[in-house]
């Protein structure tokens, strides 16, 4: 089990498991939806950076699956399918809403009393990190090391070969490399 911290959030991955028993598709829509709900809304949470747009992204991306369940799960592909879905409406609404994000400015104190220096973790510092990526990026790079992914589901989710989300996922590391090391020398 990983406990993020600052958020209070604890997430539950099942990494334990052997790759066969996370691949077995639920007989119906209605099991698949209660199985994985949980999951999906994290995935999506991780890649849309906000509560409110996870929440839109996975209930479209069901209302997708829906008419297409028996098929898709007849291929086996049915995450693959969602996960594809959520970051299209990842990457749609962050082309729709533009590239700057309006941010407050920080206060220098928060409610609890500490400075905001002190505040920081190490968690809030890769979350603002991630949220810099590109959507898909951003997305290569939460199902490889949060949901544990291959590439090539990788490239299943992001509709693109797996070379190309090896790159993703590659760049994406080498960016928030240039990153972290521009901060070590201010």
């Known amino acids: 089990m990983a406990r993020t911290r ?21 007989q119906t829509f209605d099991a698949y939806v209660r199985e994985r709900s949980v999951a999906l809304q994290r995935f999506a949470y991780l890649v849309t950076r906000h509560p409110e747009d996870a929440r839109d992204a996975v209930q479209d991306a069901l209302v997708g699956l829906f008419p297409r369940y028996a098929q898709v799960a007849a291929a086996g592909s049915v995450d693959a399918y969602v996960h594809r ?3 299209n409406a990842a990457v749609s609404r962050w082309r729709k809403g533009g590239r700057l994000v309006p941010v407050a400015e920080p206060e220098d104190v928060r409610a609890d009393g500490r400075p905001l220096e002190e505040a920081v973790t190490d968690a809030e510092v890769a979350w603002d990190l991630i949220g810099e990526l590109p959507p898909a990026q951003r997305t290569a790079v939460v199902l490889r090391y949060w949901s544990d992914a291959t590439f090539a589901d990788i490239g299943a989710a992001l509709g693109c070969p797996e070379a190309t989300a090896r790159s993703h996922v590659h760049r994406a590391l080498a960016r928030l490399r240039a990153h972290l090391g521009e901060d070590d020398h201010a």
């Open 85 to 87: 879905s959520i970051a």
């Open 6 to 26: 600052g958020t209070g959030v604890t997430l539950e991955v099942a990494r334990d498991m052997e790759p066969d028993e996370r691949a077995v598709e639920p």
